[in-house]
């Protein structure tokens, strides 16, 4: 299926959230989701369902100051 992660068009086999994660290389990172603008919690990737088209976010906590 096709997603768009960060504005990029990308082919994914994943069927969940977290799976996509892993399958994009954020496995272990900790990072933020947002699914068609809609922030979805750690917790809640691996029951998150994704589908053709839909529009991911995926955010890493900058540090500085």
């Known amino acids: ?12 086999e994943a069927a969940t959230l977290a ?3 892993l399958e994009l290389g954020y496995r272990g990172a900790h990072v933020a989701t947002a699914l068609n ?5 750690a917790g809640q990737r691996g029951a ?6 839909d529009a991911l976010e995926v955010l890493a906590p900058m540090q500085g100051g």
Do not use: I
């Not at 603008?37 to 919690?41: E, L, N, S, T, Y």
């Not at 998150?48 to 088209?53: E, I, K, S, T, Y």
């Open 1 to 12: 299926m096709q997603l768009q992660v960060n504005g990029e068009t990308r082919a994914v």
């Open 37 to 41: 603008g809609v922030f979805v919690p």
């Open 48 to 53: 998150q369902a994704l589908r053709d088209g």
């Open 19 to 21: 799976q996509a994660l």
